[in-house]
C-alpha cells in the first residue's frame, strides 16, 4: 500500500506543480463542450483510485496504465515535458488519451 499512496502523492505534487492556470485555460480553448479543469478534483480522483477502487476491481487495468503513462509524462525528465509549449502539452495529453483522467465541471 505504501507504494501506491507514494505513486498517488507523486503524481498529484506533479500534476498541481504543472496544471497552472494558464495550462487549464489552454486545455479548455481545446474543447467544443465548454467546461473548466477541476485540478483539485482531478487530485481526489487519483486519490480515490489508488487508495479504494484499485483493490476492489481488476478491471481497472487501463486506468492504471492511463495513470502512469500520465506520471512518466510529468515526473520523468526523458519525457521532455518541460521543454513543451502549452499547446503541444494539451495535445500531447489528447494524443495519449490522457484527457478523460482530468475531471471537468461542465458550465451551463
Request: proline share 1%.
Given at each position: 500500500?505504501?507504494?501506491?499512496?507514494?505513486?498517488?502523492?507523486?503524481?498529484?505534487?506533479?500534476?498541481?506543480?504543472?496544471?497552472?492556470?494558464?495550462?487549464?485555460?489552454?486545455f479548455e480553448r481545446?474543447?467544443?463542450?465548454?467546461?473548466?479543469?477541476?485540478?483539485?478534483?482531478?487530485?481526489?480522483?487519483?486519490?480515490?483510485?489508488?487508495?479504494?477502487?484499485?483493490?476492489?476491481?481488476?478491471?481497472?487495468?487501463?486506468?492504471?496504465?492511463?495513470?502512469?503513462?500520465?506520471?512518466?509524462?510529468?515526473?520523468?525528465?526523458?519525457?521532455?515535458?518541460?521543454?513543451?509549449?502549452?499547446?503541444?502539452?494539451?495535445?500531447?495529453?489528447?494524443?495519449?488519451?490522457?484527457?478523460?483522467?482530468?475531471?471537468?465541471?461542465?458550465?451551463?
Amino acid at each position: 500500500m505504501a507504494q501506491f499512496v507514494s505513486f498517488a502523492e507523486n503524481l498529484i505534487d506533479a500534476i498541481e506543480r504543472n496544471f497552472t492556470k494558464e495550462f487549464c485555460e489552454a486545455f479548455e480553448r481545446e474543447n467544443f463542450v465548454r467546461y473548466k479543469l477541476s485540478v483539485p478534483a482531478t487530485c481526489a480522483a487519483i486519490r480515490v483510485f489508488y487508495y479504494t477502487t484499485k483493490f476492489k476491481n481488476r478491471r481497472w487495468k487501463y486506468r492504471d496504465q492511463q495513470y502512469n503513462c500520465m506520471n512518466y509524462i510529468l515526473n520523468n525528465e526523458q519525457s521532455k515535458w518541460d521543454s513543451l509549449n502549452l499547446n503541444e502539452k494539451v495535445i500531447l495529453l489528447y494524443f495519449e488519451q490522457l484527457d478523460s483522467l482530468l475531471v471537468r465541471n461542465y458550465l451551463h
